[in-house]
């Protein structure tokens, strides 16, 4: 195990771009000098460069590389080099050998972001795959009521994503800049080359794939990307180490890659920023914790055993023991809510999504105080043929004091809705119930539905 893993600072800020680049030179600056002890090196291999026309990822062999610029053929051999290097250093870094030869793509922002609309959205249907979402955060006032979620999310993917890998096709795409490999590229496909050690060794498809709960979804994502996260930010950390880059070096790329467009994110409700950044910073929270377990097998362990709910992510204890939450369980209600209503969307919140709709009016402290303690939930939300809608959420909670410290942070959320309103907490035992609805007459429509 490296030296390196025995540290007490919690990773960071780490997402795409400038904010790679700004994280990873604050952790290396505070990092100890000192070289890492020696780990698992697999032989170099030569990756193969693909023309930026990826229609057709090829199988392993790969054929001679076609670099997406014209090199000659000194500079071609570079290339080659440093993805070979990469790759070493990323399988020595995550302790397992490569597999398998992966392709490696360079194409244009454009086309990563259209590989990564074709990837989440398989049967190209082109419908909308977040009306639901939309119009459930606007409702809540989460986002502005003339936002266009599926219109920002492409801004935002457009703007950030530097590197993809596509389970499906066992193929990386990158951002291509030049056609030599500066730092941030570098960096990137070792975040990407992990996503890959991730899919041979334990089958990311399985993992991501036809999950049901968000919550469950969100706290495997985060394991997923902290895990590339910790390794990457290994490999950087091991370049400065090795001196190959010096701390002049890192603070010239972290100006370049400044100049990436912040816009769309810095603009994005807190909602959104905060859900992109959670896997990242969560993630490798989570991911150095079992780290720093002390057991030599403790990466094949955490992937055996995923946490379950971002409750399990977010605590140790829950973690370790396993502990599962309560199962709750709304039916459909459009026919007790009468004639022109019917159920939107529907699923579990989980403690860290609440922690972030409280941390609208709330410091962070005050937002993780009031969705600590979660014991399972159950979120609805109905529509009229008016257009009027209605959330409701029933929640369990471990103690009296959790339950009644999220009323609290119900309260303060509600205090922060500018249209009008009416809310219902029912406290049941360690039991939550809350309805959201901008008319008195929608307010009593719940609660008969639920029977108060």
Do not use: C
């Given at each position: 195990?490296?030296?390196?893993?025995?540290?007490?600072?919690?990773?960071?800020?780490?997402?795409?771009?400038?904010?790679?680049?700004?994280?990873?030179?604050?952790?290396?600056?505070?990092?100890?000098?000192?070289?890492?002890?020696?780990?698992?090196?697999?032989?170099?291999r030569q990756d193969?460069?693909?023309?930026?026309?990826?229609?057709?990822?090829?199988?392993?062999?790969?054929?001679?590389?076609?670099?997406?610029?014209?090199?000659?053929?000194?500079?071609?051999?570079?290339?080659?080099?440093?993805?070979?290097?990469?790759?070493?250093?990323?399988?020595?870094?995550?302790?397992?050998?490569?597999?398998?030869?992966?392709?490696?793509?360079?194409?244009?922002?454009?086309?990563?972001?259209?590989?990564?609309?074709?990837?989440?959205?398989?049967?190209?249907?082109?419908?909308?795959?977040?009306?639901?979402?939309?119009?459930?955060?606007?409702?809540?006032?989460?986002?502005?009521?003339?936002?266009?979620?599926?219109?920002?999310?492409?801004?935002?993917?457009?703007?950030?994503?530097?590197?993809?890998?596509?389970?499906?096709?066992?193929?990386?795409?990158?951002?291509?800049?030049?056609?030599?490999?500066?730092?941030?590229?570098?960096?990137?496909?070792?975040?990407?080359?992990?996503?890959?050690?991730?899919?041979?060794?334990?089958?990311?498809?399985?993992?991501?794939?036809?999950?049901?709960?968000?919550?469950?979804?969100?706290?495997?994502?985060?394991?997923?990307?902290?895990?590339?996260?910790?390794?990457?930010?290994e490999y950087v950390?091991?370049?400065?180490?090795?001196?190959?880059?010096?701390?002049?070096?890192?603070?010239?790329?972290?100006?370049?890659?400044?100049?990436?467009?912040?816009?769309?994110?810095?603009?994005?409700?807190?909602?959104?920023?905060k859900s992109l950044?959670?896997?990242?910073?969560?993630?490798?929270?989570?991911?150095?914790?079992?780290?720093?377990?002390?057991?030599?097998?403790?990466?094949?362990?955490?992937?055996?055993?995923?946490?379950?709910?971002?409750?399990?992510?977010?605590?140790?204890?829950?973690?370790?023991?396993?502990?599962?939450?309560?199962?709750?369980?709304?039916?459909?209600?459009?026919?007790?809510?009468?004639?022109?209503?019917?159920?939107?969307?529907?699923?579990?919140?989980?403690?860290?999504?609440?922690?972030?709709?409280?941390?609208?009016?709330?410091?962070?402290?005050?937002?993780?105080?009031?969705?600590?303690?979660?014991?399972?939930?159950?979120?609805?939300?109905?529509?009229?043929?008016?257009?009027?809608?209605?959330?409701?959420?029933?929640?369990?909670?471990?103690?009296?004091?959790?339950?009644?410290?999220?009323?609290?942070?119900?309260?303060?959320?509600?205090?922060?809705?500018?249209?009008?309103?009416?809310?219902?907490?029912?406290?049941?035992?360690?039991?939550?119930?809350?309805?959201?609805?901008?008319?008195?007459?929608?307010?009593?429509?719940?609660?008969?539905?639920?029977?108060?």
């Amino acid at each position: 195990m490296h030296d390196n893993h025995k540290r007490n600072m919690t990773l960071i800020g780490l997402l795409f771009g400038a904010w790679v680049l700004l994280g990873i030179f604050y952790y290396v600056q505070h990092q100890p000098k000192t070289q890492p002890s020696s780990a698992l090196v697999i032989p170099a291999r030569q990756d193969s460069l693909v023309n930026a026309s990826p229609q057709q990822p090829t199988s392993s062999p790969l054929p001679t590389s076609t670099p997406r610029v014209a090199l000659d053929a000194k500079s071609e051999k570079k290339l080659e080099m440093q993805l070979a290097e990469i790759r070493a250093e990323v399988a020595k870094l995550w302790g397992q050998p490569f597999k398998q030869d992966v392709a490696v793509y360079f194409v244009t922002a454009a086309q990563i972001f259209a590989k990564a609309q074709e990837s989440s959205n398989p049967d190209n249907s082109g419908g909308s795959m977040s009306a639901g979402t939309e119009a459930l955060l606007k409702f809540m006032e989460l986002i502005p009521a003339t936002y266009n979620l599926d219109q920002a999310m492409a801004k935002l993917l457009t703007e950030q994503i530097e590197g993809l890998y596509v389970p499906t096709e066992k193929a990386l795409y990158v951002v291509a800049k030049s056609g030599d490999l500066n730092l941030l590229d570098r960096t990137v496909i070792a975040h990407e080359y992990t996503h890959t050690l991730q899919d041979q060794y334990f089958d990311l498809g399985a993992i991501l794939q036809n999950k049901t709960n968000d919550d469950t979804f969100m706290a495997q994502d985060a394991v997923v990307e902290g895990d590339a996260t910790e390794v990457m930010t290994e490999y950087v950390q091991d370049e400065y180490l090795q001196k190959k880059v010096s701390l002049g070096d890192l603070a010239s790329v972290v100006t370049s890659a400044s100049g990436l467009s912040q816009q769309e994110l810095n603009s994005s409700p807190a909602i959104i920023q905060k859900s992109l950044l959670f896997p990242y910073e969560a993630g490798a929270t989570f991911v150095t914790s079992r780290l720093s377990s002390g057991n030599d097998s403790w990466r094949t362990d955490m992937f055996t055993r995923l946490p379950t709910t971002t409750t399990q992510l977010l605590h140790q204890t829950p973690y370790t023991s396993n502990a599962k939450p309560m199962a709750v369980k709304l039916g459909d209600l459009s026919s007790k809510l009468g004639v022109g209503w019917h159920l939107v969307t529907e699923n579990v919140m989980g403690e860290a999504t609440w922690q972030m709709i409280f941390a609208y009016d709330m410091s962070a402290t005050a937002a993780t105080k009031s969705a600590d303690g979660w014991d399972g939930d159950w979120y609805q939300y109905y529509e009229n043929a008016k257009g009027e809608g209605i959330f409701v959420t029933r929640t369990d909670w471990e103690t009296l004091l959790d339950a009644t410290e999220f009323v609290v942070g119900l309260n303060v959320y509600s205090n922060h809705l500018k249209s009008s309103h009416d809310i219902t907490t029912n406290t049941n035992n360690k039991r939550v119930d809350f309805i959201l609805a901008k008319t008195p007459a929608n307010m009593t429509l719940m609660q008969k539905a639920l029977g108060e």
